[in-house]
């Protein structure tokens, strides 16, 4: 929110209501810690308190359960609905004139209303097979995404991420060859005349699994397919690195990862850890900006990214004979362009920063009280509409991030998710964290 939203129009003081936290609003139907999480509410034509308590309770004790976890993203976008279910609700039960504030949040809970049964990445585990499923493939999709910029980290002292244990190893492995087991069903199917591979989910319990697992996170299904086969393969992920793509000149290939990157990285990571996630994204930021001239026209189109001066340069060093050696030398060389473009990134917050402190303190908008009941001036409603409108994009960008790379609506596997039962592909292993 700019500095002009946020100072009042009338140098008058006024008094600001403190809202209500969820323990006020819910008073007995609350639960901490919570012990049953009911069914997601349905669409209503008009909210009544009932209806907006029914979905505090909901979004509530889904962000408390401490059994199944939603992902990352998931976890981002029922705080939103959470916070949004509050704010009209708190607004349901104070006294006076505040009709046309209640129209601002029932218009934009009533749009994620609409996206509460339909988004996969909404739903929480249901099993405890499928919370380690989840668990583990954010885990391996975080070693891949560390591994391809391992030099350069090392060098801006970003720790990695601890890499499979091994005991989780033999977890891989039995997916693997239970992957490739219904591959090799799918095949003798259809040379005998029966079905196709794709088109029986039945035949396919481990691919829906893990189909379901990366809707809910908001990851693509075929780069997890390639990764498990990669890391089974191999045992590690350190030959994803970077440098090898541009050794080779596939720059097509690096623009797609750093795209890809930038997206993935608040697929992975809680909003606890905000500090992380900013660090990481300003990081492939600029790795982007120092490698790519990102189109003026649709920036966020890589396919329109043309290579800079400097990625030929990386390019050209990278073609001598004992590029083995050097590689140490060049993570360091690009890792020194990037501290000098974050440094940047952080002077000119702390002049927008200054700037704030020499205007002087902002005063919080608040409300006016007239006789006990509460009253909305047009500053004040403009504010409502403004904070509305920014968690409404919030929304909005969470659900292109969870947009998955395949069509979908063109896979029977992209609605087959209330008949399967959840992951059961490897009892042995079920219990195993």
């Known amino acids: 929110m700019s500095l002009s939203q946020t100072i009042m129009e009338s140098p008058q003081e006024t008094r600001v209501r403190k809202r209500s936290d969820t323990l006020t609003l819910l008073g007995n139907a609350y639960q901490s810690p919570v012990k049953d999480v009911p069914s997601p509410p349905l669409p209503v034509k008009n909210y009544t308190v009932e209806d907006l308590e029914a979905r505090l309770i909901y979004a509530d004790r889904v962000l408390q359960?401490?059994?199944?976890?939603?992902?990352?993203?998931?976890?981002?976008?029922?705080?939103?609905?959470?916070?949004?279910?509050?704010?009209?609700?708190?607004?349901?039960?104070?006294?006076?004139?505040?009709?046309?504030?209640k129209d601002i949040w029932r218009v934009t809970l009533r749009t994620y209303d609409q996206s509460l049964h339909n988004t996969p990445c909404l739903r929480v585990a249901c099993s405890s097979d499928a919370q380690i499923l989840q668990d583990r493939l954010i885990k391996l999709q975080k070693i891949t995404f560390y591994a391809r910029y391992a030099d350069i980290f090392t060098e801006l002292c970003i720790q990695p991420e601890p890499g499979v244990r091994a005991t989780e190893e033999p977890y891989w492995t039995e997916i693997c060859r239970k992957l490739q087991s219904e591959d090799d069903a799918s095949y003798r199917r259809v040379f005998s005349g029966g079905q196709a591979h794709n088109e029986c989910p039945a035949y396919r319990p481990t691919y829906l699994a893990i189909y379901r697992t990366c809707d809910q996170i908001g990851i693509s299904r075929t780069?997890?397919?390639?990764?498990?086969?990669?890391?089974?393969?191999?045992?590690?992920?350190?030959?994803?690195?970077?440098?090898?793509?541009?050794?080779s000149g596939k720059f097509d290939d690096l623009k797609k990862h750093l795209y890809h990157d930038s997206c993935i990285i608040p697929l992975l990571i809680h909003d606890d850890d905000w500090k992380l996630i900013r660090l990481l994204s300003r990081v492939i930021r600029s790795l982007t900006d120092l490698w790519f001239d990102r189109s003026k026209i649709d920036p966020e189109n890589y396919?329109?990214?043309?290579?800079?001066?400097?990625?030929?340069?990386?390019?050209?060093?990278?073609?001598?004979?004992?590029?083995?050696?050097?590689?140490?030398?060049?993570?360091?060389?690009?890792?020194k362009k990037i501290r000098k473009r974050l440094r940047d990134v952080e002077d000119e917050e702390?002049?927008?920063?200054?700037?704030?402190?020499?205007?002087?303190?902002?005063?919080?908008?608040?409300?006016?009280?007239?006789?006990g009941a509460v009253k909305?001036?047009?500053?004040?409603?403009?504010?409502?509409r403004e904070r509305a409108t920014k968690m409404a994009v919030d929304w909005n960008d969470i659900m292109n991030l969870v947009h998955v790379a395949e069509d979908i609506s063109n896979t029977f596997f992209g609605n087959y998710y209330e008949p399967a039962s959840s992951l059961a592909i490897i009892p042995e292993l079920s219990s195993e964290r």
């Open 65 to 101: 359960n401490s059994q199944w976890k939603s992902s990352p993203i998931g976890t981002r976008a029922l705080q939103i609905y959470k916070d949004t279910c509050a704010r009209l609700l708190d607004l349901e039960q104070e006294e006076g004139n505040l009709e046309a504030a």
């Open 223 to 247: 780069d997890t397919i390639q990764t498990i086969r990669e890391y089974t393969t191999r045992n590690d992920l350190k030959h994803m690195s970077i440098f090898p793509l541009i050794k």
């Open 303 to 335: 396919q329109m990214w043309t290579y800079t001066k400097a990625l030929r340069s990386l390019y050209r060093q990278l073609q001598a004979d004992h590029y083995s050696v050097p590689q140490k030398q060049l993570a360091c060389a690009v890792a």
């Open 350 to 371: 702390k002049a927008m920063e200054s700037l704030s402190m020499t205007i002087g303190p902002l005063r919080p908008s608040g409300t006016k009280r007239v006789k």
């Open 376 to 384: 909305f001036s047009s500053s004040q409603l403009r504010v409502e």
